[in-house]
């Protein structure tokens, strides 16, 4: 059981982040392709990302892997089988309690440690991402915003680097605005930035109805990149857990960004949580019960209700507690109630005595001329073909 929960559980968890990663990225494709960015620099946001990735999808991941293992199980007999050879609930969901605590540590690992750690580069990399601009992101015809409030506007392509009827436009603040035109211009490129050197055209510079100038040049640069923009602000993402659990003076004295940094804080810590109640809640759907078809339909039904519902008030509850500091502590629930939940479940299906738990009292019933060891042979023999 162990090792196939651990290959179902790694299955779910390379889905999902190679989708939730993909997803995350997708403002980056475009920049490769343009060579803006390098396909090394790609590959080090995507592993940079990975803590936030796997400790956010933590409790999905033990969730959808426990689904389908234990429905399996229910339906090719194998809990039954185990049921008659005297198991308890708890004792078959052992497995998957021990996998939701494992995902669990890990989430707590990548949330409380290796995040802080890692997301710094990647924020990194995808603020010079946007301040970089390379010819292959221009389309000819339309305006191209190159720069904040500077737009490049050509009418075609005369070579892979070179445009040509070139118009810059360059509107800093209102009444004040440069307007460009040149016959071509050419891009330079130097350790992966551009200039855009612009040929035989003239500039008209307007600061007032009063002051209107026209020069004309036979070459005027404009760099393509903002030195100032490369350095990205450092958010609550980079945060060590002890900052955000207990914010500066600065930020508790903003009670927005309180609520943000503070739900932020042990949303690291339920997450881990809720790997383990996800697994009991679910476990305790799942384990016990009447073995039958209809029962086993219903059961799955129910689970996954249960776990797009538990997922749903995740999320409406920490969106909540971003906005309101007082509600934090609430959000403790979201682990305890599941967990609370799922362990009641597996108790109460011990003490029910569902009608197929009394198979071995049925086969301990020998029938007139049956021989000694009969019910050995029969348990044995349903427990061979139910794992078969």
């Known amino acids: 059981m162990y090792s196939r929960l651990a290959l179902a559980f790694l299955g779910v968890m390379v889905v999902l982040v190679v989708n939730e990663m993909l997803y995350k990225t997708k403002e980056l494709y475009h920049l490769v392709f343009a060579n803006v960015i390098s396909m090394t620099e790609l590959l080090i946001v995507w592993a940079t990302l990975m803590p936030v990735v796997f400790y956010q999808l933590g409790p999905e991941v033990v969730t959808i892997a426990l689904l389908i293992r234990f429905y399996l199980w229910r339906q090719h007999n194998e809990i039954l089988a185990m049921r008659a050879m005297g198991l308890s609930c708890l004792q078959i969901a052992l497995p998957g309690i021990m996998v939701g605590i494992c995902a669990a540590l890990f989430s707590a690992v990548m949330s409380l440690y290796a ?34 409030q500077l737009s490049l506007s050509f009418q075609r392509w005369l070579s892979t680097d070179i445009v040509g009827e070139v118009v810059v436009t360059e509107d800093r603040k209102p009444g004040d605005f440069s307007f460009v035109v040149a016959e071509r211009a050419q891009f330079v490129e130097k350790n992966g930035l551009y200039v855009l050197v612009l040929e035989n055209g003239s ?11 026209q020069l004309s040049f036979d070459q005027l640069s404009f760099p393509l990149t903002v030195p100032d923009r490369v350095q990205g602000t450092q958010g609550f993402y980079d945060q060590p857990i002890g900052n955000l659990l207990s914010p500066p003076e600065e930020v508790r004295q903003n009670p927005q960004q309180l609520a943000v940094w503070l739900s932020e804080g042990h949303h690291r810590i339920i997450n881990p949580l809720r790997c383990i109640g996800c697994a009991l809640l679910l476990l305790g759907v799942l384990v016990p019960g009447l073995q039958s078809y209809s029962e086993l339909i219903v059961r799955l039904l129910l689970a996954t209700a249960l776990t797009f519902a538990e997922s749903s008030a995740s999320t409406v509850a920490f969106v909540v507690a971003q906005r309101h500091a007082e509600m934090v502590p609430l959000l403790y629930l979201l682990p305890v109630v599941p967990g609370a939940i799922g362990a009641l479940l597996l108790f109460l299906g011990d003490r029910h005595q569902p009608r197929w738990i009394l198979l071995p009292a049925l086969w301990r019933r020998k029938p007139p001329g049956t021989e000694d060891g009969g019910y050995a042979a029969g348990v044995t023999f349903a427990s061979r073909a139910s794992f078969e």
């Open 203 to 213: 500039q008209l510079v307007h600061h007032s109805a009063e002051d209107v100038r």
């Open 115 to 148: 995040l802080p750690l890692s997301i710094g580069k990647a924020t990194e990399i995808r603020t010079i991402a946007q301040t970089r601009v390379g010819p292959g992101m221009l389309v000819e015809g339309v305006p191209n915003t190159i720069l904040p």
